[in-house]
């Protein structure tokens, strides 16, 4: 009884230790998990992010309740070494740094969502305003504020710095000065609003805050430098890829809970709310960030800062106590195992030589065999790598053979490419190789399949039961060890070998030399069926690409010529021999390509061949007829082509045909040569206007204080006529120069034809017949009817004097619709397609040279005697048909004649009637107080007296100020402001508009002499306003006047 009492004693102690840890384990299970969030954008932006994935979690994990902690740049660290958390999301960089430091443990890496793709990577982005032009390149960023998020953030600054720094610059002493303002908004926000240069922010962030409607993408552009195809991303980037962002367990978290969070993120759906809340496709196997240890690495920053400083010196004087105390220990134990030894070395001394011997022997029995085998193996792995042209025909026949020979119980390869595709074979393991196959392709490889691909050394795996208890090939093992291995060549992973052991023989060196014999031999295998597919590739894309050069010359629309270092014709391309119109190429083979060339374009052709026999290019510009007659400018670039010896072989030229490029460029100058002068020529018309104004208008106003039939009457009236003339004259400017003011209205050509018949006979004499040929059914144009009457007028007098000995003058009408053909045939440059109507002025006089046709609409340009012409007629028709979207072709050959084709786009609409003007009534006077307002002070006073003659108070203004002030004095009295349209400083219609604010009812009259974009477009005047055309005569002031303030 006395015996029994002990072992129930022990018993019911056990059982409490029992109940009390599994009590223990079923309250830490319901405990709070923290999962720890870098806040790269602040912690309201991170919760409203996250918080949802831990709601997510929350209900797929009964019994647990997950909470979302923000965690800044300066808290992560101390928070995961506190053990504040249980998991933690961060950026690749902090992640690497805090397995290094805490041994955290990655489980899965996020699915970004940007534009509706998935991505598994990111990068850095330097943007800057799209305004910004001295920052195009990474050199650029010297001497700027650059601002960047963290030192701490990968996207933020960490990749960014890596760029600068392989581009030779340091971001702390080249910049003019680096902030780091917390959150990638702050730096956005700071580059937008002028406080920085530059900002670096990760890439997606400039997208998702335009799409959160906090910016404009557009007002942003990235400095984009890495080249080549490194990188390929949806959005603005700046450097190369990394992984994305990963959750990681720290060590504290049980594994069977970090399991079932990453089994529940790996099942997160792309649209369920947690995803679509944090803006991710889900949540994918842990990828690989050995690219982020290499660049952390090469900035010595993070778990790489001492990179390549620590002293062995260093670390004794750091740590000389406790070596000292480890070296005590060590001392201690050596003697003590020393003395326990030699206690118990007799004692087993026989027994354990008696032991070793049997084991010995049957391990080396064992052990011979086995290694037979694998040597046979390994002589018929060989041989299939001679054989096997197929990849997985190769890795399938050799799973096969180790196990067939007896060497191993089961074996198995997995292949991984360079997009992370994984390729598996494997013999012994029955149905349950199929299960790994479905996880692998799901999850990727598991923690210790990626360890192996990690390191080149052997793995051991001794009980794979206890060691792989989630493998679900675990059993196949039996009571076996597993050895591991990755199959490398040179510098090349392509994937691991694993195979079953008998575990006597697991720890045997020759047994594992021989598996990394074997090993070898598969990587070297792999690697020739590699270089194969590598060979056939280079085959089939060299074929392609001489096929497709060849393509190319043949089909290249330039003219492609192989010269002989001497400048001699070996070769010239299909579409070069129809560029030069040559139908037998045979005549000019090995004759010299310099003599083509003429003058000065042979001395150039000289020189470049000269400089590409040396080895350099040469470029020039040359005129050369085809050898049909067709004149051609040719731009013709010259180049070396090197020989195996790097010495020059041959010279290759290309001819480019230039000819309407030059004929382009040539109508280029001459528009702009009509521009500057129709310019010159309206703002000689405006200031002769208005000292037409004050000419005509005081010599009116003299008649009017003079004896009627005095002799003074006469010059007065010879000065008047004088005058009419000059207004002529300055219409024509005007309508040259597209400046005259037009009323458009819907008008029948035929209708102004006829009503101008009988004056164009009068004009032009008898000695010409005159025939009229209208169309029946004319289509309408929106002309001007004396605009329209001009151009009638000035093509026929132009006609008449090209017949001096009389002749025949056709006019005629037509309905014309004009096509592309039409424009090219006729050598018209940049019209319209669509249907217009005719006119055609044509004579049977003495026509005109191809030389004077080039400048007839030329402003003063003439044929005629001094004296006898203005050489304004014909530029004023040409301005005149411009300034109503029409354009003109002309027809001529000396001695026959020239006809004058005019067109005009047609108008849906009824012709306006021509009605008869009616006399003037007589003009009344009044007593409203009037402004004038006129910067020409002898304008301002001639209008002045012309209108006090009729009763009216005026007030006088020099500008669109005095104008302003004297109104407010006036306080509402004046009735009626007249003001020019164009004055320095403050035009007319600024004027009026200013004074609308305080005055809104005032009445205006505008006065100008040409048009001004202020009231009028495209020549057409702006709708209800009151308009005076410069020069004008006291009676037509005044009824304009008492017009406008009778309405």
């Given at each position: 009884?006395?015996?029994?009492?002990?072992?129930?004693?022990?018993?019911?102690?056990?059982?409490f230790?029992?109940?009390?840890?599994l009590?223990a384990?079923?309250?830490?299970?319901?405990k709070t998990?923290?999962?720890?969030?870098?806040a790269?954008?602040?912690?309201?932006?991170?919760?409203?992010?996250?918080?949802?994935?831990?709601e997510y979690?929350?209900?797929?994990?009964?019994g647990?309740?997950?909470?979302?902690v923000?965690l800044?740049?300066?808290?992560?660290?101390?928070?995961?070494?506190?053990?504040?958390?249980?998991?933690?999301?961060?950026?690749?960089?902090i992640?690497?740094?805090?397995?290094?430091?805490f041994?955290?443990?990655?489980?899965a890496?996020?699915?970004?969502?940007?534009?509706?793709?998935?991505?598994?990577?990111?990068?850095?982005?330097?943007?800057?305003?799209?305004?910004?032009?001295?920052?195009l390149?990474?050199?650029?960023?010297?001497?700027?504020?650059?601002?960047?998020?963290?030192?701490?953030?990968?996207?933020?600054?960490?990749?960014?710095?890596?760029?600068?720094?392989?581009?030779?610059?340091?971001?702390?002493?080249?910049?003019?000065?680096?902030g780091?303002?917390?959150?990638?908004?702050?730096?956005?926000y700071?580059?937008?609003?002028?406080?920085a240069?530059?900002?670096?922010?990760?890439?997606?962030?400039?997208?998702?805050?335009?799409?959160?409607?906090?910016?404009?993408?557009?007002?942003f552009?990235?400095?984009?430098?890495?080249?080549?195809?490194?990188?390929?991303?949806?959005?603005?980037?700046?450097t190369?890829?990394?992984p994305?962002?990963?959750?990681a367990?720290?060590?504290?978290?049980?594994?069977?809970?970090?399991?079932?969070?990453?089994?529940?993120?790996?099942?997160?759906?792309?649209?369920?709310?947690?995803?679509?809340?944090?803006?991710?496709?889900?949540?994918?196997?842990?990828?690989?960030?050995?690219?982020?240890?290499?660049?952390?690495?090469f900035l010595?920053?993070?778990?790489?800062?001492n990179?390549?400083?620590?002293?062995?010196?260093?670390?004794?004087?750091?740590?000389?106590?406790?070596?000292?105390?480890?070296?005590?220990?060590?001392?201690?134990?050596?003697?003590?195992?020393?003395?326990r030894?030699?206690?118990?070395?007799?004692?087993?001394?026989?027994?354990?030589?008696?032991?070793?011997?049997?084991?010995?022997?049957?391990?080396?029995?064992?052990?011979?065999?086995?290694?037979?085998?694998?040597?046979?193996?390994?002589?018929?792995?060989?041989r299939?790598?001679?054989?096997?042209?197929?990849t997985?025909?190769?890795?399938?026949?050799?799973?096969?053979?180790?196990?067939?020979?007896?060497g191993?119980l089961?074996?198995w390869?997995?292949?991984?490419?360079k997009?992370?595709?994984?390729?598996?074979?494997?013999?012994?393991l029955?149905?349950?190789?199929?299960?790994?196959?479905?996880r692998?392709?799901?999850?990727?490889?598991?923690?210790c399949?990626?360890k192996?691909?990690?390191?080149?050394?052997?793995?051991?795996?001794?009980?794979?039961?206890t060691?792989?208890?989630?493998?679900?090939?675990?059993?196949?093992?039996?009571?076996?060890?597993?050895?591991?291995?990755?199959?490398?060549?040179?510098?090349k992973?392509?994937?691991?070998?694993?195979?079953?052991?008998?575990?006597?023989?697991?720890?045997?060196?020759?047994?594992?030399?021989?598996?990394?014999?074997?090993?070898?031999?598969?990587?070297?295998?792999?690697?020739?069926?590699?270089?194969?597919?590598?060979?056939?590739?280079?085959?089939?894309e060299l074929?392609?690409?001489?096929?497709?050069?060849?393509?190319?010359?043949?089909?290249?629309?330039?003219?492609?010529?192989?010269?002989?270092?001497?400048?001699?014709l070996?070769?010239?391309?299909?579409?070069?021999?129809?560029?030069?119109?040559?139908?037998?190429?045979?005549?000019?083979?090995?004759?010299?390509?310099?003599?083509?060339?003429?003058?000065?374009?042979?001395?150039a052709?000289?020189?470049?061949v000269?400089k590409?026999?040396?080895?350099?290019?040469?470029?020039?510009?040359?005129?050369?007829?085809?050898?049909?007659?067709?004149?051609?400018?040719?731009?013709?670039?010259?180049?070396?082509?090197?020989?195996?010896?790097?010495?020059?072989d041959?010279?290759?030229?290309?001819?480019?045909?230039?000819?309407?490029?030059?004929?382009?460029?040539?109508?280029?100058?001459?528009?702009?040569?009509?521009?500057?002068?129709?310019?010159?020529?309206?703002?000689?018309?405006h200031?002769?206007?208005?000292?037409?104004?004050?000419?005509?208008g005081n010599?009116?106003?003299?008649?009017?204080?003079?004896?009627q039939d005095?002799?003074?009457?006469?010059?007065?009236?010879?000065?008047?006529?004088?005058?009419?003339?000059?207004?002529?004259?300055?219409?024509?400017?005007?309508?040259?120069?597209?400046?005259?003011?037009i009323?458009?209205?819907?008008?029948?050509?035929?209708?102004?034809?006829?009503?101008?018949?009988?004056m164009?006979?009068?004009?032009?004499?008898?000695?010409?017949?005159?025939s009229i040929?209208?169309?029946?059914?004319?289509?309408?144009?929106?002309?001007?009817?004396?605009?329209m009457?001009?151009?009638?007028?000035?093509?026929?007098?132009?006609?008449?004097?090209?017949?001096?000995?009389?002749?025949?003058?056709?006019?005629?009408?037509g309905?014309?619709?004009?096509?592309?053909?039409?424009?090219?045939?006729?050598?018209?440059?940049?019209?319209?397609?669509?249907?217009?109507?005719?006119?055609?002025?044509?004579?049977?006089?003495v026509?005109m040279?191809?030389k004077?046709?080039?400048?007839?609409?030329?402003?003063?340009?003439?044929?005629?005697?001094?004296?006898?012409?203005?050489?304004?007629?014909?530029?004023t028709?040409?301005?005149?048909?411009?300034?109503?979207?029409?354009?003109?072709?002309?027809?001529?050959?000396?001695?026959?004649?020239?006809?004058?084709?005019?067109?005009?786009?047609?108008?849906?609409?009824?012709?306006?009637p021509?009605?008869?003007?009616?006399?003037?009534?007589?003009?009344?006077g009044?007593?409203e107080?009037l402004?004038?307002?006129?910067?020409?002070?002898?304008?301002?006073?001639?209008?002045?007296?012309?209108?006090?003659?009729?009763?009216?108070?005026?007030?006088g203004?020099?500008?669109?100020?005095?104008?302003?002030?004297?109104?407010?004095?006036?306080?509402?009295?004046?009735?009626?402001?007249?003001?020019?349209?164009?004055?320095?400083k403050?035009g007319?219609?600024?004027?009026?508009?200013?004074?609308?604010?305080?005055?809104?009812?005032?009445?205006?009259?505008?006065?100008?002499?040409y048009?001004?974009?202020a009231?009028?477009?495209?020549g057409?005047?702006?709708?209800?306003?009151?308009?005076?055309?410069?020069?004008?005569t006291?009676?037509?002031l005044?009824?304009?006047v008492?017009?406008?303030?009778?309405?």
């Open positions: 009884m006395k015996n029994l009492i002990p072992k129930i004693y022990d018993k019911l102690i056990f059982l230790i029992i109940i009390f840890l009590t384990t079923a309250f830490a299970e319901k998990t923290k999962i720890g969030v870098l790269k954008r602040g912690p309201e932006h991170c919760l409203e992010k996250w918080s949802l994935t831990g979690l929350n209900n797929k994990i009964p647990k309740r997950f909470v979302i923000p800044g740049f300066d808290r992560i660290f101390s928070a995961v070494e506190k053990g504040e958390v249980d998991f933690v999301l961060a950026n690749p960089s992640y690497v740094e805090l397995e290094n430091r041994k955290v443990n990655r489980i890496t996020l699915k970004n969502n940007v534009n509706n793709g998935e991505y598994t990577k990111f990068g850095s982005v330097i943007f800057v305003k799209k305004i910004n032009n001295e920052i390149r990474l050199k650029d960023l010297k001497k700027k504020a650059v601002l960047a998020v963290s030192e701490k953030s990968f996207g933020g600054f960490i990749m960014a710095w890596r760029e600068l720094k392989e581009a030779g610059i340091d971001p702390f002493k080249d910049f003019a000065s680096l780091f303002a917390g959150t990638h908004d702050a730096v956005v700071a580059v937008r609003d002028g406080k240069d530059a900002g670096i922010v990760r890439t997606d962030v400039l997208e998702r805050m335009a799409h959160e409607g906090k910016i404009i993408l557009e007002n552009k990235g400095v984009h430098e890495h080249g080549g195809d490194r990188v390929h991303l949806p959005f603005f980037h700046s190369r890829s990394y994305e962002w990963t959750i367990k720290l060590q504290h978290t049980s594994d069977r809970l970090a399991e079932k969070v990453t089994t529940k993120l790996f099942e997160m759906p792309s649209d369920s709310p947690a995803a679509l809340a944090a803006r991710i496709g889900g949540w994918t196997i842990p990828l690989n960030y050995q690219a982020v240890h290499e660049a952390l690495k010595k920053i993070g778990p790489y800062k990179l390549g400083n620590i002293k062995a010196l260093d670390v004794v004087k750091k740590y000389w106590v406790l070596i000292s105390v480890d070296m005590v220990i060590l001392i201690l134990l050596a003697w003590f195992l020393i003395n030894i030699r206690l118990n070395k007799q004692f087993k001394k026989t027994q354990k030589e008696l032991q070793n011997q049997i084991q010995e022997r049957k391990s080396a029995q064992e052990s011979v065999l086995h290694l037979n085998l694998i040597l046979r193996a390994i002589r018929n792995v060989n299939l790598i001679v054989e096997k042209k197929n997985l025909d190769l890795i399938q026949s050799i799973c096969h053979i180790l196990v067939e020979n007896k191993f089961n074996a390869i997995v292949l991984v490419d997009d992370k595709k994984f390729t598996m074979a494997g013999t012994g029955g149905d349950s190789f199929a299960i790994l196959k479905e692998v392709k799901r999850q990727g490889l598991a923690h399949g990626r192996v691909l990690d390191q080149p050394e052997l793995q051991i795996v001794e009980d794979p039961l060691q792989c208890v989630e493998c679900p090939i675990s059993d196949k093992y039996e009571n076996r060890s597993a050895m591991r291995i990755r199959l490398e060549h040179g510098n992973v392509y994937g691991l070998l694993t195979v079953s052991v008998p575990k006597a023989l697991v720890n045997d060196r020759e047994e594992q030399e021989l598996f990394k014999e074997l090993a070898a031999d598969i990587g070297f295998g792999l690697h020739n069926l590699e270089i194969d597919r590598e060979r056939k590739q280079a085959l089939k074929k392609k690409s001489e096929e497709f050069n060849e393509s190319i010359i043949k089909s290249s629309s330039d003219c492609i010529i192989i010269l002989d270092k001497e400048g001699c070996e070769f010239m391309n299909p579409g070069g021999q129809r560029l030069m119109e040559i139908d037998n190429i045979e005549p000019y083979e090995n004759k010299s390509w310099i003599d083509f060339w003429k003058d000065q374009d042979h001395k052709a000289l020189e470049v000269s590409a026999k040396k080895g350099n290019k040469g470029q020039f510009q040359g005129f050369c007829p085809t050898e049909k007659g067709v004149e051609k400018w040719w731009d013709i670039i010259v180049s070396p082509v090197m020989g195996k010896d790097g010495k020059v041959r010279l290759l030229a290309v001819l480019r045909d230039i000819s309407s490029q030059r004929t382009m460029e040539m109508q280029l100058r001459q528009a702009q040569k009509m521009e500057a002068i129709g310019n010159l020529a309206g703002g000689i018309a200031d002769f206007n208005n000292v037409l104004s004050v000419m005509m010599a009116e106003l003299a008649m009017m204080d003079i004896d005095g002799p003074a009457s006469e010059r007065i009236k010879e000065i008047n006529k004088a005058g009419e003339k000059a207004v002529v004259l300055t219409r024509q400017l005007l309508a040259f120069s597209r400046k005259q003011i009323q458009p209205q819907i008008q029948d050509i035929n209708g102004l034809l006829s009503a101008i018949e009988k164009l006979v009068r004009l032009i004499g008898e000695d010409i017949n005159i040929v209208p169309e029946p059914e004319l289509w309408s144009v929106k002309v001007d009817s004396g605009q009457e001009q151009v009638i007028l000035n093509l026929a007098i132009n006609a008449s004097d090209a017949m001096p000995k009389g002749g025949k003058l056709t006019i005629e009408t309905n014309k619709d004009l096509d592309e053909s039409y424009f090219h045939k006729k050598g018209i440059k940049e019209e319209k397609t669509g249907s217009y109507v005719m006119l055609a002025v044509t004579d049977n006089g026509g040279e191809k004077v046709q080039d400048h007839i609409f030329e402003p003063f340009f003439t044929t005629k005697e001094i004296g006898k012409g203005t050489g304004l007629g014909l530029s028709v040409y301005g005149i048909v411009k300034q109503n979207n029409g354009f003109v072709w002309v027809y001529s050959e000396p001695g026959q004649g020239t006809s004058f084709k005019v067109y005009f786009p047609k108008e849906m609409g009824d012709a306006v021509k009605e008869d003007k009616p006399l003037p009534a007589k003009v009344h009044g007593s107080t402004l004038i307002v006129e910067d020409d002070s002898s304008l301002r006073k001639f209008a002045r007296k012309s209108l006090e003659i009729y009763g009216y108070t005026i007030l203004a020099e500008n669109g100020e005095a104008a302003l002030k004297i109104c407010e004095e006036q306080n509402g009295l004046i009735s009626l402001m007249i003001t020019d349209v164009v004055m320095p403050m007319g219609k600024e004027v009026v508009e200013r004074l609308n604010v305080i005055y809104p009812h005032i009445k205006v009259i505008y006065m100008s002499g048009t001004d974009n009231i009028v477009h495209h057409v005047l702006a709708s209800g306003l009151n308009f005076l055309q410069k020069p004008f006291p009676e037509v005044a009824r304009k008492r017009e406008v303030l009778n309405t």
